[in-house]
């Protein structure tokens, strides 16, 4: 597709006008003809259709929409497309991507990038992104054609594995099935990239090749029992039952409907629809798509098992589970249910739980508006999603830490492609899709975010134009503009943080708001050409504690998080992130304004130790190490502190001294001397800029150590108290030295292990071997360090 490549003209253009930006996927517009199906139930809120919503210049998000704009222009097709042609027999015309492209969950991207070009397209009407859409649409029509059996794919061995499922034979560790990387997850991507295609650029190819690999689906999942899909449900199946019942909503063919209930499991869904929370010690990302289906369902349906379970998920999620940055996961798993303080780590908060976690809360809204769904929108918005992308490369996180004294890391343009940076594509083109809804009689409009924008409600003959600093401030100008004056309710959001009276005023004069019952705050009359909406909604600064531990706090700034600046170099774990030693609790006595017109605060000198950091918004730190969540210390926990570190440094100081080898294990060169030799699924990863390594059930690692012949040595392994649930056996020189059982520890600590090396076992000089293997079903490590110590 040589003709389809980044191109700067139209850059330029972008640069210099306003965005109409679109939704995420499917969320009910009033009178969409492309859907046949109507809600069952009476929704309360629909949203607005997508070209009428324009974002304004002059916010951190509309900056962010440039930098992924520019990115969209930048990605290939054809690469994305290579595994497709490959897997469907057809030449390809451009080497596949790197990352997670070239991996197991080929094809996910490109289901993202569907959707993120579709959503431009919708908002933009620049026929650059339309004519990106049409021609993967039409290569993979072409793909499916060659096929002939309705499906189309990238996965790696994917006619073997789901041959073998349609048969019954079904094998899941959880993320594989039959040898497969989570294969539904990615055919669900595929899908939805589809049906944004066709809501968005009305490609009516894309609707029939979504209908050829629904069909698809039924022709796999249709014949298996209850006991063999609910095998098979245990791997990761994204939102199957969501896309489903949206093929049904745009076809009527109820098929389509059953379909989607196929994709119901027993081991989560089945406790949410009695509102038992099922999360703890669950994949969170694998989990918020089910609820968001059943969302779906329950619109399409009116059945109140389905409204249960996406109702009761959200409210547990977000009160439970979450992080005060509005994300949730540590590790991608949840933790037991308000236990947060000791689950803080360089892989908190995977990106697409909030991305997916923002759909359902829309879905939430629609069926009954409420301030606390937009509140919690509005945290996760500011502080995950704009703090999840770099503002200077418009690259994304996976994780976004809350480690105290972490960093983040972003993506790589062509060779990571996780899914965090698929997510990240839509992430960043949809900041319009919740700034503004109406109700169902179109007799009342609810502003739901202070974001720059302007809203056509067609309907109305009426446009709305927003224009704020905000949250650099809470001053808001809401202007009205309309040949008729039109009678209705505006219905304001008033924020969780305001703890003080807003100041309301219509044409400079004062009004008043009546308190509703769902937390809105309105307003009704007849809106005339020219009236002005003034909000003045005072800042403050405040803090937020951990759940389970009031002397873990953060420091908010109206809706926005701050991150303490510690530098570009990590500090030390147990002693050098700073932290707050003081009697006095009231945030304004710890914590001095710099500059509030650009959001820089300080920690006083006068408490904070052992230095003061700058604080400043979380989504613009974004190059040092920070903090987000602080300690607070009695003068008494303070000196025990300082002990503990004296006899940490001691204890090191003592390993040290008897270290006869010492292997950096996943570093390349010390593996190189260490002669290491590692199987397919054993992985390096890295944990508070240390790096380790695993194996996966039934791999291994092994790695050559000095000895000292004749002498007692002993065989040290470094490990993290955030890893637990492993088992694996530990071998020198092939003979069993023990085996090893990890239950956690401290998360965010390394500790040691010392296994004595029998004498018996030293039969090969200087040098012995180990071995580390997964033998029981489970993950072996990580080991972040092996040490030969001698007397």
Not at 286 to 293: E, S
Not at 352 to 381: D, G
Not at 459 to 475: D, F, H, I, L, W
Not at 528 to 552: A, C, F, H, I, W
């Amino acid at each position: 597709m040589k003709n389809l490549v980044p191109f700067f003209t139209l850059l330029l253009c972008l640069l210099g006008q306003t965005f109409t930006l679109s939704a995420q996927s499917y969320v009910p517009i009033a009178q969409e003809p492309k859907i046949k199906v109507k809600p069952a139930i009476a929704l309360q809120a629909y949203g607005f259709p997508l070209e009428d919503v324009r974002l304004l210049p002059g916010s951190p998000f509309y900056t962010a929409m440039e930098k992924d704009a520019a990115y969209l222009l930048k990605i290939e097709p054809d690469r994305l497309l290579h595994r497709f042609y490959a897997n469907a027999g057809l030449p390809t015309n451009a080497p596949v991507y790197g990352g997670w492209e070239s991996e197991g969950l080929s094809g996910h991207t490109l289901g993202h990038y569907l959707s993120a070009c579709a959503l431009m397209y919708a908002g933009s009407k620049e026929e650059k992104y339309k004519e990106r859409v049409t021609y993967l649409v039409q290569e993979l029509a072409r793909c499916q054609k060659a096929r002939k059996t309705g499906y189309v794919g990238a996965i790696p061995k994917e006619d073997s594995i789901f041959a073998q499922v349609a048969r019954g034979d079904i094998r899941s560790s959880g993320f594989d099935l039959n040898g497969g990387w989570s294969p539904w997850y990615t055919i669900h991507k595929v899908m939805a990239g589809l049906a944004d295609a066709y809501l968005y650029t009305n490609n009516d190819q894309a609707l029939q090749v979504l209908k050829g690999m629904s069909d698809w689906t039924g022709a796999v999942v249709n014949k298996l029992d209850d006991a063999q899909r609910q095998k098979m449900l245990k791997c990761e199946y994204g939102g199957m039952n969501e896309i489903l019942a949206n093929v049904y909503a745009f076809t009527g063919e109820k098929k389509y409907l059953d379909l989607s209930y196929k994709f119901f499991d027993d081991f989560v869904m089945e406790p949410l629809s009695k509102k038992i929370d099922p999360l703890p010690g669950k994949h969170s990302n694998t989990n918020v798509p089910k609820a968001i289906g059943s969302a779906r369902q329950y619109q399409l349906t009116g059945n109140t098992r389905d409204q249960t379970i996406a109702s009761f998920f959200w409210e547990t999620m977000v009160h439970k589970h979450s992080y005060v940055i509005g994300g949730n996961s540590n590790y991608e798993y949840c933790g037991e249910a308000g236990k947060l303080s000791d689950r803080l780590s360089d892989n908190t908060c995977e990106t697409c739980n909030t991305y997916n976690m923002l759909k359902l809360t829309r879905q939430l809204f629609c069926q009954e508006p409420k301030a606390e769904l937009a509140n919690y929108y509005e945290r996760a918005l500011y502080n995950h999603i704009l703090a999840s992308q770099n503002p200077e490369t418009g690259m994304m996180t996976y994780f976004v830490p809350l480690r105290m004294g972490s960093k983040k890391e972003f993506s790589d343009e062509f060779r990571t492609f996780t899914c965090c940076v698929g997510s990240g594509m839509e992430n960043h083109v949809k900041y319009n899709e919740s700034i503004y809804y109406h109700s169902a009689d179109g007799q009342g409009l609810f502003l739901n975010l202070f974001i720059p924008s302007e809203l056509n409600w067609q309907a109305k003959g009426m446009t709305v134009r927003q224009e704020t600093n905000y949250p650099q401030s809470g001053k808001v100008s809401v202007k009205f503009s309309g040949k008729k004056a039109q009678k209705f309710s505006l219905n304001l959001r008033r924020p969780w943080w305001m703890n003080t009276n807003w100041q309301l005023k219509i044409n400079g004069k004062p009004v008043e708001a009546v308190a509703q019952a769902n937390g809105y705050y309105s307003i009704n009359r007849r809106w005339k050409n020219g009236d002005v909406l003034e909000l003045d909604m005072p800042m403050q600064l405040y803090t937020e504690s951990m759940p389970d531990n009031p002397n873990r706090i953060a420091f908010l700034y109206g809706p926005l998080v701050l991150a303490g600046q510690l530098g570009d170099k990590m500090p030390d774990p147990l002693y050098g992130t700073p932290v707050i030693l003081s009697a006095e609790r009231k945030p304004d006595q710890l914590v001095q304004p710099q500059d509030l017109a650009t959001l820089k605060f300080q920690l006083s000198s006068a408490v904070a130790k052992p230095v003061a950091p700058v604080l400043i918004p979380f989504f613009q730190s974004n190059k040092e190490y920070y903090s987000v969540y602080w300690d607070y210390f009695t003068p008494e926990q303070w000196t025990a502190r300082q002990a503990e570190y004296e006899a940490e440094k001691q204890r090191l100081q003592k390993i040290e001294a008897q270290t006869l080898d010492n292997f950096r294990i996943g570093e390349m060169q010390p593996e190189r001397d260490h002669k290491l030799e590692a199987s397919e699924r054993s992985y390096v990863s890295d944990a508070i800029g240390v790096n380790g390594r695993e194996a996966r059930t039934g791999h291994y690692f092994a790695f050559e150590m000095k000895v000292q012949p004749g002498g007692k040595n002993r065989l040290l392994f470094t490990y993290i108290g955030d890893d637990k649930d492993r088992k694996f056996d530990i071998k020198v020189n092939g003979q069993l030295l023990l085996t090893e059982t990890l239950t956690g520890g401290q998360t965010g600590r390394f500790y040691d292990r010392e296994y004595p090396v029998p004498a018996e076992l030293l039969t090969t000089g200087d040098k012995i071997v180990v071995r580390v293997e997964a033998n029981y079903g489970k993950t072996a490590g990580r080991v972040f360090g092996a040490r030969i110590l001698r007397d």
